[in-house]
């Protein structure tokens, strides 16, 4: 009886010990998250120190009706669609201000650059600094791969009291701001085609240069220009073809046509993806048509303008309700397929 007590009086002290050293266990490592870093390397992007070849698009979800308003609510099939295209990165106009679009975007392996603009009424824009406020808030997410400030100003210098280099010197002091406030993610902007020497003398903090390029189905003839003027990284932030052909021509007929539409981005995908010495990649323009860019957003209308867009694939002319990969219902159109075959097999080494 006394042994009996004494066995039990000792199992009760190893179990306590037991128990309360489980207490003491230090949370286990494998639940602490690190985000990615991106940096630039020579002429090259790289996410934790591996080159990033961008395979993207340019994404501006406005639905048809009479709202013209970028809208959301399509995100998880659209997610699934770009996965399964190949498409690792997701170019947009405006700052996503829902915390759960950008989550669920890191969730399907995809990364966004942001694009800031320059007058958004006081909205996360240039001129008002509320851009830094928006930085600081999303520098942590793993969604973001770099902030872009504005898209083809170079175009409209009559928004700065024409003079063009009023926008290089708030473009180069908001690079500055972020830069001191986000060590992790490079600077870039979308440049109407090539810098000119004005542009690249006067911003000297953006990391990365986008540039917007129609060119037909050439637009890795301004590789070789880049490589002359500047010996930072490059990518397309803008290049492709609509599918609507405004006159017929080259054996494509006028009317809608999807066949010109993908012959011409297959084109553009090989050439660009040829030149990755010098350029980083794409973000093709863009991933539904746009019903709302040139007339009735309850019809898809042609016509459309854009600043020095002749140079669109074959016809010369930008209908710009056309350019989707989808279309406005999500259904795919003859170029998705083109993107797929190119975006998931391309290597990330020169062709």
Known sequence: MKNSLFITVILFAFMSCKNETKKEVAPVERDIVTNDVVSVSGRQLMVNDEFYLIKGICYHPVPKGSEVKRDFGTLTQDLELMVEAGINTIRVYAPIVEESVLDEINEAGLKVIIGFGYNQG?????????????????????????????????????????????????????????????????????????????????????????????????????????????????????????????????????????????????????????????????????YTDGWWKAGNNEVQDTG?????????????????????????????????????DIYTNVNQTNN
């Open 122 to 286: 006081g909205k996360n824009d240039i001129l008002s600094g509320s851009f830094i406020d928006y930085v600081n808030k999303y520098k942590n997410h793993n969604a973001i791969l770099m902030w872009e400030l504005g898209n083809e100003y170079n175009y409209h210098p009559e928004w700065f009291d024409g003079d063009i280099k009023n926008w290089y010197t708030a473009m180069n002091d908001a690079a500055a701001l972020i830069h001191k406030n986000d060590p992790s993610h490079p600077v870039t902007t979308a440049h109407g085609d090539l810098p000119n020497e004005l542009a690249l003398s006067m911003s000297p903090n953006i990391d990365v240069w986008g540039m917007n390029v129609y060119r037909f189905v050439r637009p890795e003839t301004i590789f070789k220009e880049w490589k002359e003027v500047s010996e930072k990284p490059m990518y397309l932030a803008e290049t492709g073809a609509d599918s609507y052909m405004q006159i017929a021509k080259d054996g494509y007929e006028q009317g809608v046509n999807e066949l010109a539409q993908a012959d011409a981005t297959e084109i553009i995908l090989k050439a660009t993806f040829n030149g990755q010495d010098i350029c980083s990649g794409v973000t093709l323009f863009q």
């Open 304 to 340: 459309g303008t854009a600043p020095n867009s002749t140079g669109v694939p074959f016809d010369g002319s930008p209908n710009e309700e056309f350019w989707g990969i989808v279309d406005i219902d999500r259904n795919k159109k003859q170029v998705f397929d083109v993107v797929k």
